[in-house]
């Protein structure tokens, strides 16, 4: 039984590159892939919004963030490798490392943006982050 392998994904260019790296070394990766959204409910909370409009904000998130995960697995099944796709709600930050837990994957590969180290040592990264609090190998891209 192959180990499953965890991709989190969003539509930044650190994410597609590094979808794009897993699709041009198909046979360092077992399936089956999971890729997985995060739609970040934080960042959808605006002041002042009334509940209504804000539902409906996260209504559109939500679809938004399967109609994404449909292209990318169309990527991914038309380079010939087995995913399967997984949507959740809440701070990328805390849902990955949970997501990989309860998946129990054998590895987890993760994009670092550059967006520069005295950023990331002052406000840290979602990659830091999940680098130090998961269980199973890492590989950065």
């Known amino acids: 039984m192959n180990a499953k ?11 597609e590159a590094t979808l794009d790296y897993v699709l041009a070394h198909p046979t360092r990766f077992a399936s089956p ?3 997985l959204h995060v739609v970040d409910v934080d960042r959808l909370a605006y002041r002042m919004i009334p ?4 539902n409906m904000v996260r209504d559109r998130a939500r679809q938004a963030g399967e109609d994404f995960l449909s292209r990318q697995l169309q990527r ?6 087995q995913a399967r796709t997984r949507l959740e709600t809440g701070s990328p930050r805390k849902v990955i490392p949970r997501v990989a ?3 129990e994957v054998g590895m987890l590969v993760i994009g670092r943006s550059h967006a520069g180290e005295i950023r990331d040592v002052l406000f ?14 890492v590989l950065l891209v």
Request: proline share 7%; net charge negative; with cysteine.
């Open 5 to 15: 392998v965890l991709i989190p994904l969003d539509d930044s260019p650190t994410a």
């Open 101 to 103: 837990e309860e998946e």
């Open 33 to 35: 892939l999971i890729l």
């Open 51 to 54: 509940d209504f409009q804000l």
């Open 124 to 137: 840290g990264s979602v990659t830091n982050y999940v680098l130090h609090q998961v269980r199973c190998p």
């Open 76 to 81: 991914v099944t038309a380079a010939g490798l």
